[in-house]
T-cell receptor
Framework: AQSVSQHNHHVILSEAASLELGCNYS??????LFWYVQYPGQHLQLLLK??????LVKGIKGFEAEFIKSKFSFNLRKPSVQWSDTAEYFC????????????FGTGTQLKVEL | ETGVTQTPRHLVMGMTNKKSLKCEQH?????MYWYKQSAKKPLELMFV???????ENNSVPSRFSPECPNSSHLFLHLHTLQPEDSALYLC???????????FGPGTRLLVL
C-alpha cells in the first residue's frame, strides 16, 4: 500500500519569502501525484498534479512542484509567498493503472505573516 | 467553486440520532467518494462509487451507510455514531475513478 509523508507540519514565513514544502511517498510502482490546498473556511482545491512528462509542474497562483523519481519526492515550491497563501497544503498520491485510493499526507499548515 | 456541494455544512447530533449527509456534483462526473478528515490525521477514504455502484469500502463501521441513487448524488447515512466520529466529512467526484478528484466544502460533524 502507498503512503505519503509531509515532514513539515507547521511553517511560518514572512511575505516575499520563498517556500518549499516537502512530500515523500512510498510505493513500488508508478504513481500520479497531487498537491491540494485548503484555505481557511474553504474546501480542498487542486493546486497542481503530475501524471507524466516534464517532472516540473506548474500550478495555479505561482506554485510549482518537481517530481524526483529517484527520491520519491514531489516538493511544492513558490518563489515569493503572499499573505493570501496562508492555508493547509496536502500532498496526495494515487497508483497508476488501477486502484481507486487517493492517499493523502497529514498536511502542512502554512502561515504567512505580513 | 460550486462543482461539488454538500449539505448540511455543520451538524450536531446525539449518539442515538439518525441523520444523513448529502453530496451533489454538477460536473458530469461518474465517480464519487466519501472521505473523513480528523484533526492531525491524513484524509481517510471511506467509500468509492463508480457508476452508482460501490467499488470500495475501506473497513468503515456499519454505523456509516452510503447510498448513491444516481451519478450526481451521494448520501452518507449516520446511525448511532460515537464521539470519535466527530470530524469533517468530505465528498469528492471525478470523471473516472482514476482521474483527478474535486472536493466539496465538507460537513463538520460533532457527535455528543
Amino acid at each position: 500500500a502507498q503512503s505519503v509523508s509531509q515532514h513539515n507540519h507547521h511553517v511560518i514565513l514572512s511575505e516575499a519569502a520563498s517556500l518549499e514544502l516537502g512530500c515523500n511517498y512510498s510505493y513500488g510502482g508508478t504513481v500520479n501525484l497531487f498537491w491540494y490546498v485548503q484555505y481557511p473556511g474553504q474546501h480542498l482545491q487542486l493546486l497542481l498534479k503530475y501524471f507524466s512528462g516534464d517532472p516540473l509542474v506548474k500550478g495555479i497562483k505561482g506554485f510549482e512542484a518537481e517530481f524526483i523519481k529517484s527520491k520519491f519526492s514531489f516538493n511544492l515550491r513558490k518563489p515569493s509567498v503572499q499573505w493570501s497563501d496562508t492555508a493547509e497544503y496536502f500532498c496526495a498520491v494515487k497508483p497508476k493503472g488501477g486502484g481507486n485510493k487517493l492517499t493523502f499526507g497529514t498536511g502542512t499548515q502554512l502561515k504567512v505573516e505580513l | 467553486e460550486t462543482g461539488v456541494t454538500q449539505t448540511p455544512r455543520h451538524l450536531v447530533m446525539g449518539m442515538t440520532n439518525k441523520k444523513s449527509l448529502k453530496c451533489e456534483q454538477h460536473l458530469g462526473h461518474n465517480a464519487m467518494y466519501w472521505y473523513k478528515q480528523s484533526a492531525k490525521k491524513p484524509l481517510e477514504l471511506m467509500f468509492v462509487y463508480s457508476l452508482e455502484e460501490r467499488v470500495e469500502n475501506n473497513s468503515v463501521p456499519s454505523r456509516f451507510s452510503p447510498e448513491c441513487p444516481n451519478s450526481s448524488h451521494l448520501f452518507l447515512h449516520l446511525h448511532t455514531l460515537q464521539p470519535e466520529d466527530s470530524a469533517l466529512y468530505l465528498c469528492a467526484s471525478s470523471q473516472e475513478v482514476r482521474e483527478t478528484q474535486y472536493f466539496g466544502p465538507g460537513t463538520r460533524l460533532l457527535v455528543l
